[in-house]
């Protein structure tokens, strides 16, 4: 394949990781003779940048989700199918930043289980392309990164779809929530189980409340189209 081939799918499958741009760009290839093409010049892997910055640039719904950066306290409580505290109540903090110009809302969680403290680190997202919300999670108590998809909004709330492969029998489990924000400074997560009757049914609610907001909160500085 040659320079500019090579440069051409590099573009194609451009996701706006400079990293993988550079790579790509920069493959070593063998000598060609004299007559083959002429290599694109420098500035077009520059253009490739700022193309796709432009593009991926912030819109509405990443302006919404900066509104959520802050330090949050939070109450994970489980429920029976009649919607009455099972157990105990367990507490936590959040710590949510936007990261990466505005694109990303960096989540990181520890609650207080039997045991001791437990983290969980992710990031929130709305895919401007794919249309729809994306949430991803690492814990503790896994070692696998679960990928959750979502649409709807977070006044209305969003609802969530988690997709995971049973290690026993290799099924597909399907994992249903829903975020919404009830008003400044609250969140509400809801995980829903199956319903005796084959509905569905809230069996864990984690209510947060906002202790603070960062100092100069890094928001969605640049909302485009």
């Known amino acids: 394949m040659s320079r500019r081939a090579a440069h051409h799918a590099c573009a194609s499958r451009l996701v706006g990781l400079l990293g993988w741009l550079a790579a790509c760009s920069s493959t070593p290839q063998a000598p060609k003779p004299a007559a083959a093409a002429a290599q694109p010049a420098p500035t077009d892997l520059a253009a490739l940048v700022a193309a796709t910055d432009a593009a991926t640039r912030p819109i509405e719904a990443h302006r919404k989700l900066a509104t959520l950066a802050g330090d949050w306290k939070l109450v994970s409580v489980a429920l029976d199918e009649q919607g009455r505290t099972v157990g105990k109540p367990h507490e ?113 609610r984690v209510l947060y409340q906002r202790t603070s907001t960062p100092a100069g909160r890094a928001g969605a500085e640049r909302v485009g189209n």
């Open 92 to 204: 936590g903090r959040a710590e949510l930043r936007m990261i990466l110009g505005g694109r990303y809302l960096q989540w990181r969680e520890v609650q207080d289980l039997p045991g001791g403290p437990r983290e969980s680190l992710g990031f929130l997202a709305y895919d401007k392309v794919a249309r729809e919300w994306q949430w991803s999670m690492a814990t503790d108590l896994s070692t696998g990164v679960g990928l959750a998809r979502g649409e709807g909004s977070l006044e209305g709330g969003v609802r969530f779809v988690l997709e995971v492969v049973d290690g026993q029998d290799g099924s597909v489990l399907r994992s249903r929530s829903r975020l919404r924000a009830l008003q400044p400074g609250e969140l509400l997560l809801e995980r829903f189980g199956a319903a005796k009757d084959g509905g569905e049914v809230v069996v864990r």
